[in-house]
């Protein structure tokens, strides 16, 4: 069964998360970030992971340390979840229209964190969220996954659609990638013997 969870505390935050990579879709998300949660909602229900989330964290100064925190905790439990990794597909990618919006993600679960980011922004926010936040996230989640992780928005003009559709391409790239190919599952997809450095 490939589960985890995962407790973290700072003096800034206190989250718990709980997955299962071989789940349904399932999620109950609560960080005190309306938006937030409905994104973390948007990964769950596209990625088939099932995800359980509670953060507290010192929103009376903003959202950046629960953002953050939240990504490292996650990443964390994937980790944790993919135990040996044996057996994963590793890669996967995905193109998500929304509208007037096209983004593409494309994942490497290598042990090799690294981000690219092509995705920008005419507003500060959306919502009550800073959108610069959205970043710190997909970085935070792919350093503590070992996640190569590549976003890039092509096209479109609404804000909200255009990080929906990076949060929900980042998913349909890891319910690829995460997907255990029967004809190696008891192997490594790499011929170094180890995933990671």
Same mark, same amino acid.
């Given at each position: 069964?490939?589960?985890?969870?995962?407790?973290?505390?700072?003096?800034?935050?206190?989250i718990?998360?709980?997955?299962?990579?071989?789940?349904?879709?399932?999620?109950?998300?609560?960080?005190?970030i309306?938006?937030?949660?409905? #994104?973390l909602?948007? $990964?769950? %229900?596209?990625?088939?992971?099932?995800?359980?989330?509670? +953060?507290?964290?010192? =929103? *009376?100064?903003?959202?950046?340390?629960?953002?953050?925190?939240t990504?490292?905790?996650?990443?964390?439990?994937?980790?944790?979840?993919?135990?040996?990794?044996?057996?994963?597909?590793?890669?996967?990618f995905?193109?998500?229209?929304?509208?007037?919006?096209?983004?593409?993600?494309?994942?490497?679960?290598?042990?090799?964190?690294?981000?690219?980011?092509?995705?920008?922004?005419?507003?500060?926010?959306?919502g009550? #969220?800073?959108?610069? $936040?959205? %970043?710190?996230?997909?970085?935070?989640?792919?350093?503590? +996954?070992?996640?190569? =992780? *590549?976003?890039?928005?092509?096209?479109?003009?609404?804000?909200?659609?255009?990080?929906?559709?990076?949060?929900?391409?980042l998913?349909?790239a890891?319910?690829?990638?995460?997907?255990?190919?029967?004809?190696?599952?008891d192997?490594?997809?790499t011929?170094?013997?180890?995933?990671?450095?």
């Amino acid at each position: 069964m490939r589960k985890a969870s995962v407790t973290r505390e700072t003096k800034e935050t206190q989250i718990s998360v709980s997955i299962n990579l071989d789940g349904t879709g399932t999620y109950d998300v609560e960080t005190g970030i309306g938006f937030l949660d409905h #994104m973390l909602e948007q $990964l769950s %229900r596209h990625s088939l992971i099932d995800i359980k989330v509670r +953060a507290k964290g010192d =929103l *009376h100064i903003d959202g950046h340390h629960t953002t953050e925190d939240t990504g490292i905790a996650l990443g964390l439990a994937l980790t944790k979840a993919l135990g040996d990794k044996k057996g994963i597909r590793r890669y996967g990618f995905s193109y998500i229209p929304m509208d007037e919006v096209l983004t593409r993600a494309a994942v490497d679960i290598s042990g090799r964190p690294w981000l690219v980011w092509n995705v920008d922004f005419s507003r500060d926010k959306i919502g009550e #969220m800073d959108t610069e $936040l959205f %970043r710190e996230f997909f970085q935070a989640l792919a350093q503590n +996954a070992g996640l190569t =992780l *590549h976003v890039e928005n092509l096209y479109g003009e609404n804000n909200h659609h255009i990080i929906e559709s990076c949060f929900k391409g980042l998913a349909r790239a890891l319910r690829a990638a995460l997907t255990i190919d029967r004809r190696q599952a008891d192997q490594l997809p790499t011929t170094k013997g180890k995933l990671g450095s």
